[in-house]
């Protein structure tokens, strides 16, 4: 009978450490990249990435989360030319530090890239590196 | 006892639909003109959208449509609120009782040609959806009219604040319902009041 019980009792703390594990799991990590991104890039590229028609570039796919990594802490920082409108750019991010952008970097290759970590360093590399137009 | 039950029931269910299809509220003041009230509407007003017609109240006559204000090098808000006017062009787009209209305020950037390069980036139908441009004045003024605030502001980004509204507007050019255009749930709500408008006129 106290067998039986035992076992219960093992079996139920399997469970609730197998549901609590799971609900761990399911916090979303770079909380911090995630509020950077929707108050820097989200009005344009939408919270989902998948920007607006062709005005807005979807960047679910873009190859600035994988081959074009270096490049991505350039284009934060500095912002880019519009390719279908003069007067509608991506702007320069000025205000970001270079732990907000190393946050958003993280935040981008985990929702969007090849789930890469970034380092501060990297990013701190990277703008020293970047060309300027 | 049982048709006692009945009758209730059937009683419920009838003041739960009459709940449904109460009709959407005419907003803003009426005014008293010789005795008669009428609800509040749009001023007279004259722009150009981007396929270059002019653009009057006339054209809008007997059409439900559905408005906001915006400008194309907009840094905030803008492309939030579009997406939003998307979907309802998405709704809409095969009812012909139905169209849309966006009001630049800032018509020295966003010329007719401006215009046409953002709907068609946009992929819409030029004529269910309408890029308005023209005087400035006129354009900042008629926004009053939508109970929009939109005004020339050198601090805020861009050079304009204005609010993320999208306003609904029936056949006789009366406002009867609004939401707010960054908000994905108070766009639902809209879509909603959309499909009683339309029903009010079958």
């Known amino acids: 009978m106290s067998n039986n019980l035992t076992i219960i009792l093992v079996f139920c703390s399997i469970l609730l450490y197998g549901i609590f594990a799971l609900y761990s799991c399911a916090q979303e990590p770079f909380v911090q990249g995630k509020r950077i991104y929707e108050v820097n890039c989200g009005n344009c590229h939408m919270s989902d990435g998948h920007g607006l028609g062709d005005m807005y570039p979807d960047i679910t796919k873009s190859d600035y989360f994988t081959s074009k990594k270096t490049d991505l802490i350039c284009l934060i920082r500095h912002g880019k030319k519009g390719s279908v409108m003069e007067s509608v750019i991506m702007p320069a991010n000025k205000e970001l530090t270079e732990v907000g952008i190393n946050n958003l970097v993280n935040y981008l290759n985990y929702t969007w890239g090849d789930g890469s970590i970034s380092k501060l360093d990297d990013v701190k590399t990277a703008l020293a590196n970047c060309q300027k137009d | ?202």
């Open chain 2, 1 to 202: 006892m049982i048709r006692t039950f009945a009758i209730c029931s059937i009683m419920l269910a009838l003041i739960s639909c009459q709940q449904e299809i109460k009709p959407l509220p005419y907003i803003g003041d009426r005014t008293d003109i010789d005795g008669s009230m009428l609800e509040h509407d749009i001023r007279p007003f004259e722009f150009v959208n981007q396929l270059g017609s002019t653009i009057k109240n006339k054209d809008v006559d007997g059409k439900i449509y559905i408005t906001d204000f915006f400008f194309i090098s907009c840094p905030t808000i803008c492309p939030r609120v579009k997406k939003q006017m998307l979907r309802l062009y998405s709704k809409v787009k095969n009812n012909e009782d139905v169209i849309l209209l966006s009001h630049t305020i800032d018509p020295k950037r966003d010329t007719v040609e401006a215009m046409k390069i953002y709907a068609d980036n946009l992929g819409i139908d030029h004529n269910k959806w309408w890029f308005l441009t023209g005087d400035k004045d006129q354009l900042l003024d008629i926004a009053d009219d939508y109970f929009v605030a939109a005004y020339e502001d050198d601090e805020a980004p861009g050079g304009f604040d204005h609010s993320g509204k999208i306003i609904l507007i029936d056949k006789e050019g009366r406002i009867r319902s609004f939401c707010d255009g960054t908000d994905p749930d108070s766009v639902d709500k809209m879509m909603k009041d959309i499909d009683q408008l339309i029903a009010t006129y079958e």
